[in-house]
T-cell receptor, first 111, second 108 residues
């Protein structure tokens, strides 16, 4: 079974901190994604990557950046965390044209 | 621009009743649609996709291009169906555009 693992289930950070969310997949998928999930808003795409060192902006990239140095790892970076970035963050991976597999999510609280 | 609309935030039914979760989409092109489900304290997972035309856990969904709809149906709801359901559209590069989700509550 495909495993997408996010490094933390819960994080609490202070406003202005630099925050790293890590995601690792074990099925050699080309594509990796970061979404944020908010009640009443569903899931919104932040960034995605279809190859190592490649990255593309999604619908809400402001305040975020990403890094993909290895195929299996995709990191989401909050350069300077703000309270409006308090959310559930979901990582996903997929092969081209195939279903997406999701991680268990990281609930980030910025205080 | 692509868009997915799920008009109901919450759908509450009794066990054994039929269920229909609505999904409408806007997309210029041939759409690829999915239903994802998230049970309590579990990760988001694929329930079904329209191209496979299969039934999972008794759920079916038919793509209606004329009405731009992809409603999810089950003839007899079970308590274990209680979950958050998201309709999603492949918007290119295997990215997904999600609806806002519908919480299904099945009461005994």
């Amino acid at each position: 079974d495909v495993k997408v693992t996010q490094s933390s289930r819960y994080l609490v950070k202070r406003t202005g901190e630099k925050v790293f969310l890590e995601c690792v997949q074990d099925m050699d998928h080309e594509n990796m994604f970061w979404y944020r999930q908010d009640p009443g808003l569903g899931l919104r795409l932040i960034y995605f990557s279809y190859d190592v060192k490649m990255k593309e902006k999604g619908d809400i990239p402001e305040g975020y950046s990403v890094s993909r140095e290895k195929k299996e790892r995709f990191s989401l970076i909050l350069e300077s965390a703000s309270t409006n970035q308090t959310s559930m963050y979901l990582c996903a991976s997929s092969l081209w044209g195939d279903r997406a597999f999701f991680g268990q999510g990281t609930r980030l609280t910025v205080v | 621009a692509q868009r997915v609309t799920q008009p109901e935030k919450l759908l509450s039914v009794f066990k054994g009743a039929p269920v229909e979760l609505k999904c409408n989409y806007s997309y210029s092109g041939s759409p690829e649609l999915f239903w994802y489900v998230q049970y309590s304290r579990q990760r988001l997972q694929l329930l079904l996709r329209h191209i496979s035309r299969e039934s999972i856990k008794g759920f079916t969904a038919d793509l209606n291009k004329g009405e731009t709809s992809f409603h999810l149906k089950k003839p007899f709801a079970q308590e274990e169906d209680s979950a958050m359901y998201y309709c999603a559209l492949n918007s290119g590069y295997s990215t997904l555009t999600f609806g806002k989700g519908t919480m299904l509550l099945v009461s005994p």
